[in-house]
């Protein structure tokens, strides 16, 4: 479905390859619907634009600390009594770490952003769809903006008929398909063989080209991806044990209690809901696609693509730094070497902590280096695929 909002609009034809969607089994033999509209966007006025992977609720909120005792991070419901609870560690919050990425929008780009919603809104009222009656439709400005700015900003959506773009994966094809250096992955999800194959081709054909990924830990009995997940994790370990560096995030406090051995340690995966990739340090993609199948194929999704060496560098060291909990723009020591180093201590610092059983004396006094990890990166490793519970369900559906 096109419309030529604005005048020098053009169809251009996708590029990316017809496939049949594959859900083979459904667990348990269960047919069930698993695609949805997923896209998150806000757009105010049509000046401004927010695109990400952040649903708009309160049980999604976190800030960058991502800190274990967040009394900030509770229910809507939560008292006041709670919350002190939290903040004085006699209990932890009703929502764990989340991470999550958004970009706000201005100029053209917002407008594009406008326009999907326009196009989905219009669609329904002309479908009579349910309180259509009560809703009137809008149009988007197309008069000239001044531009300013060196960033080449372009919306980018998943969507089903009657609308049939997959403007998101053709942009990860383009930037899969040139990547010199490195590809850096942060997502909820990590189950594309879509796209994995185009990573697997172009990382044979530059031999220096790195893979990193940040996700979190799928569950063997009752997480349907984890088959999918297990065999490409597997794939690429096989092909890249060197180049495929593959990373969870935690969150780390401690709790001084009574008895013996009196500090207690608490580690605390956080739920990364990112959709983020940057390749290069030239291009990144951010929004409500994650990287699966169903995302990029008949899921209604929504992304912000940019182009702009600077602007995406300077983010990438931002999210780094993050992660590792220090700057690491004046380092000399390559960034992907950084988060490796600190996955392996962090990794040892768990284990000490796990040899004692999570607790140790101390009698006030700080806490020791080998107990202390640094930032929020770990290892993360899957086991072999025929270790799910799930194993006869396609690709396509989780």
Same mark, same amino acid.
């Given at each position: 479905?096109?419309?030529?909002?604005?005048?020098?609009?053009?169809?251009?034809?996708?590029?990316?390859?017809?496939?049949?969607?594959?859900?083979?089994?459904?667990?348990?033999?269960?047919?069930?619907?698993?695609?949805?509209?997923?896209?998150?966007?806000?757009?105010?006025?049509?000046?401004?634009?927010?695109?990400?992977?952040?649903?708009?609720?309160?049980?999604?909120?976190?800030?960058?600390?991502?800190?274990?005792?967040?009394?900030?991070?509770?229910?809507?419901?939560?008292?006041?009594?709670?919350?002190?609870?939290?903040?004085?560690?006699?209990?932890?919050?009703?929502?764990?770490?989340?991470?999550?990425?958004?970009?706000?929008?201005?100029?053209?780009?917002?407008?594009?952003?406008?326009?999907?919603?326009?196009?989905?809104?219009?669609?329904?009222?002309?479908?009579?769809?349910?309180?259509?009656?009560?809703?009137?439709?809008?149009?988007?400005?197309?008069?000239?903006?001044?531009?300013?700015?060196?960033?080449?900003?372009?919306?980018?959506?998943?969507?089903?008929?009657?609308?049939?773009?997959?403007?998101?994966?053709?942009?990860?094809?383009?930037?899969?398909?040139?990547?010199?250096?490195?590809?850096?992955?942060?997502?909820?999800?990590?189950?594309?063989?879509?796209?994995?194959?185009?990573?697997?081709?172009?990382?044979?054909?530059?031999?220096?080209?790195?893979?990193?990924?940040?996700?979190?830990?799928?569950?063997?009995?009752?997480?349907?991806?984890?088959?999918?997940?297990?065999?490409?994790?597997?794939?690429?370990?096989?092909?890249?044990?060197?180049?495929?560096?593959?990373?969870?995030? *935690?969150?780390? /406090?401690? $709790?001084?209690?009574?008895?013996?051995? +009196?500090?207690?340690?608490?580690?605390? #995966?956080? @739920?990364?809901?990112?959709?983020?990739?940057?390749?290069?340090?030239?291009?990144?993609?951010?929004?409500?696609?994650?990287?699966?199948?169903?995302?990029?194929?008949?899921?209604?999704?929504?992304?912000?693509?940019?182009?702009?060496?600077?602007?995406?560098?300077?983010?990438?060291?931002?999210?780094?730094?993050?992660?590792?909990?220090?700057?690491?723009?004046?380092?000399?020591?390559?960034?992907?070497?950084?988060?490796?180093?600190?996955? *392996?201590?962090? /990794?040892? $610092?768990?284990?000490?902590?796990?040899? +004692?059983?999570?607790?140790?004396?101390? #009698?006030? @006094?700080?806490?020791?280096?080998?107990?202390?990890?640094?930032?929020?990166?770990?290892?993360?490793?899957?086991?072999?695929?025929?270790?799910?519970?799930?194993?006869?369900?396609?690709?396509?559906?989780?």
């Amino acid at each position: 479905m096109f419309s030529a909002i604005f005048p020098e609009a053009q169809w251009i034809s996708s590029e990316v390859p017809g496939k049949d969607v594959d859900f083979s089994e459904s667990p348990v033999g269960v047919a069930f619907q698993a695609a949805s509209w997923h896209q998150k966007f806000s757009v105010m006025d049509q000046a401004v634009t927010f695109v990400g992977g952040m649903n708009v609720k309160a049980t999604d909120w976190d800030t960058s600390a991502h800190v274990v005792y967040e009394p900030r991070r509770m229910t809507f419901e939560s008292t006041t009594a709670e919350r002190l609870d939290v903040l004085n560690k006699d209990a932890e919050p009703t929502q764990g770490p989340r991470k999550d990425y958004v970009l706000r929008i201005e100029g053209s780009a917002a407008r594009d952003t406008a326009d999907v919603f326009m196009r989905r809104w219009q669609y329904q009222l002309t479908a009579g769809a349910e309180f259509s009656e009560n809703a009137s439709p809008f149009s988007i400005d197309t008069s000239p903006l001044p531009e300013s700015g060196s960033s080449l900003v372009q919306i980018t959506a998943t969507m089903p008929s009657p609308f049939s773009e997959n403007a998101i994966l053709e942009t990860w094809f383009n930037a899969i398909r040139n990547a010199e250096d490195t590809i850096f992955i942060e997502d909820q999800y990590f189950r594309i063989p879509y796209l994995t194959g185009e990573i697997i081709a172009r990382m044979n054909a530059r031999p220096n080209l790195r893979l990193v990924v940040i996700t979190k830990p799928v569950n063997e009995w009752t997480d349907g991806g984890c088959y999918w997940t297990n065999v490409t994790v597997g794939e690429l370990r096989q092909q890249f044990p060197t180049r495929f560096f593959l990373f969870q995030l *935690r969150s780390f /406090d401690t $709790v001084v209690t009574w008895g013996i051995d +009196e500090t207690e340690s608490r580690f605390t #995966d956080i @739920d990364v809901h990112s959709k983020m990739l940057i390749v290069d340090d030239r291009f990144m993609s951010v929004g409500s696609c994650n990287k699966n199948n169903r995302g990029v194929i008949y899921e209604g999704e929504l992304n912000t693509a940019v182009y702009d060496p600077d602007w995406v560098r300077e983010q990438r060291i931002r999210i780094v730094d993050n992660i590792l909990g220090y700057p690491t723009a004046a380092l000399s020591t390559d960034w992907v070497t950084l988060l490796s180093n600190a996955a *392996r201590n962090n /990794d040892q $610092v768990w284990a000490a902590w796990d040899v +004692e059983g999570f607790d140790i004396s101390l #009698d006030g @006094d700080p806490l020791p280096a080998g107990y202390t990890p640094s930032g929020f990166i770990y290892s993360l490793s899957f086991r072999d695929p025929v270790d799910c519970l799930v194993e006869d369900v396609g690709p396509d559906l989780f």
